[in-house]
């Protein structure tokens, strides 16, 4: 008996630890020494002092599962991708804010500046990210942009860790955070970053800007002088990518809308920690970005908005101002119009009952015969008139009709005495 006790509690401390790891926001990254794995540790160690239990997993890509396998496996739950992958890679993945420019960076070691990137590339060894990763599919398709295909240069694939300049490579490429501690290393040994084009072309019709084109989520980026300590000498033109925070399929509204809301909340508090975070900022497209926006995140960054009644509340009420103002004047119109009928009738009336008033004073048969004449043309026209609409037939009609005829009838009747 005392053992199954034993066991019971063994069996409920496993419960409830695994019920705590269930509990853990899992955030992947490659390496721990990239842009990626400095801001997550820095968001991580925000949520967890908020009360939100997060860890970082990083990640051993060389087993052939990268960011997004983890991602859509649900063996993670957020990670930093770039906003440029493949379709076929963005299933059930949605975007929650973006972080930070992912910018290109061909790094060569070379005492001259090269200006031309088929001089820097063709016929010399580039160490690139992992061959299946997403970035060095970037790459590739970056460079066949430029006329330069794979044939003619010699791709060497490495790990983010060992994606460097050495003796034998005296060129890599990466897609990262303008702080990742490897690049700057380089550059402080001596490396260089490639400028595609004058920067002051930036937007006026560069190199860059024709590849941006064809590429809708990639933009122009300038470097800024001296961004590296005293390097570079002038201002570099190159390509950037946002870097977008992205959920998993399954990760409940609530617990996003937490995690934006601290981001950009508290984004003065983790920019003392590292100052990439002063390009974090809901006001962005969410159109340009190649992940579905997560309704969490959209909550929050619609939490301000008006509802509609107060957003569109000037405009109903000028139409419905208008649509009053406009039933009201076709009720005016169809007044007028009644009476303006009413009153073309009663001038039928008053010519009928001017000849009936005459009647006894006229005995000429001529006479007569006129104002039959006249009478007759009179019925004509107010008939024509009904036809048009210019009269209504209603009781006021129908008098004037029987006082008409009646009328018809005593002429026709004194012409016949007369006769």
């Known amino acids: 008996m005392k053992t199954l006790k034993y066991i019971f509690i063994i069996n409920l401390l496993l419960l409830i630890s695994c019920s705590k790891n269930d509990d853990t926001l899992k955030f992947v990254v490659a390496t721990k020494k990239g842009t990626k794995y400095y801001l997550l540790n820095e968001i991580v160690n925000q949520l967890n002092k908020n009360g939100i239990n997060s860890e970082i997993i990083v990640i051993d890509e060389t087993n052939g599962k990268s960011a997004i396998d983890y991602l859509q496996?649900?063996?993670?739950?957020?990670?930093?991708?770039?906003?440029?992958?493949?379709?076929?890679?963005?299933?059930?993945?949605?975007?929650?804010?973006?972080?930070?420019?992912?910018?290109?960076m061909l790094l060569y070691m070379d005492n001259e500046v090269i200006n031309d990137l088929d001089t820097l590339i063709r016929g010399n060894r580039v160490s690139m990210y992992l061959k299946e990763h997403e970035k060095t599919t970037y790459a590739q398709n970056m460079l066949k942009e430029f006329s330069i295909l794979e044939k003619d240069y010699f791709p060497i694939y490495n790990t983010a860790d060992n994606n460097l300049i050495d003796d034998s490579t005296k060129i890599c490429f990466y897609l990262t955070g303008y702080d990742n501690s490897k690049v700057v290393k380089m550059i402080k040994n001596g490396a260089k970053i490639f400028s595609f084009d004058d920067f002051n072309l930036a937007y006026k019709g560069s190199s860059v800007d024709a590849f941006c084109i064809k590429h809708i989520y990639s933009y122009p980026f300038i470097i800024p002088k001296n961004m590296f300590g005293n390097y570079p000498d002038d201002p570099i033109l190159t390509i950037a990518v946002d870097a977008v925070l992205v959920a998993r399929e399954g990760i409940p509204n609530d617990v996003v809308y937490e995690i934006t809301k601290m981001i950009v909340e508290q984004k003065g508090v983790l920019g003392q920690k590292n100052n990439i975070f002063g390009f974090v900022t809901e006001k962005f497209n969410a159109e340009k970005l190649k992940f579905p926006i997560h309704e969490g995140a959209k909550d929050y960054f619609e939490r301000n908005e008006p509802t509609f009644l107060e957003k569109y509340i000037d405009v109903i009420g000028f139409a419905f101002t208008i649509i009053l103002?406009?039933?009201?004047?076709?009720?005016?119109?169809?007044?007028?119009?009644?009476?303006?009928?009413?009153?073309?009738?009663?001038?039928?009336?008053?010519?009928?009952?001017?000849?009936?008033?005459?009647?006894?004073?006229?005995?000429?048969?001529?006479?007569?015969?006129?104002?039959?004449?006249?009478?007759?043309?009179?019925?004509?026209?107010?008939?024509?008139?009904?036809?048009?609409?210019?009269?209504?037939?209603?009781?006021?009609?129908?008098?004037?009709?029987?006082?008409?005829?009646?009328t018809l009838q005593d002429i026709r009747l004194k012409i016949y005495k007369n006769n």
């Open 73 to 104: 496996s649900k063996e993670v739950d957020f990670a930093i991708l770039e906003n440029d992958f493949s379709p076929d890679s963005i299933m059930n993945l949605n975007s929650v804010l973006p972080l930070y420019p992912s910018i290109v």
């Open 325 to 406: 103002t406009f039933f009201g004047g076709i009720k005016s119109f169809l007044v007028w119009n009644k009476l303006r009928k009413k009153n073309r009738i009663d001038e039928y009336y008053k010519i009928v009952l001017a000849t009936l008033d005459n009647l006894n004073n006229i005995n000429h048969i001529d006479l007569l015969e006129i104002e039959l004449k006249n009478l007759i043309e009179l019925r004509k026209k107010a008939f024509s008139e009904l036809i048009n609409e210019k009269l209504t037939a209603n009781e006021s009609f129908r008098i004037f009709t029987e006082l008409l005829d009646n």
